[in-house]
C-alpha cells in the first residue's frame, strides 16, 4: 500500500497521523516474532499455530503502519467477559 492509499483512509478517518514511537514499533515486533517463533512448534495443535501465526502477522503489521507514522482510529478493544455465578 503507497501513502497515497494511506492518506486516502485518513481523509475517511480511518487512520490518522501519529509520529511514530520507537519503543512502541520494538515491542511490536518483539511480540510478532516471538508469536512466529513459536507457531513453528509441531507439539501445538494446527489451531494454536494458525493463531499464533495470524497475531504475529498483526503485530508486524501494525508495526509498519506505526513506523510509517499512521495508527488506525478502529482499534478492537477486547470487553471483560461476564462469569456466570451460580448461587447455592
Partial sequence: MNSESLD???KINKLHREPPDA???KGLIRSGTVRLNDARFESLSIESRFDLSYNAAHALSLAAL???GYRSD???LRKP???ATHST
Fill in 81 to 83: 467477559l461476564k462469569v
Fill in 74 to 76: 478502529n482499534r478492537y
Fill in 23 to 25: 519503543e512502541e514499533i
Fill in 8 to 10: 486516502n483512509l485518513v
Fill in 66 to 68: 506505526r513506523h510509517c
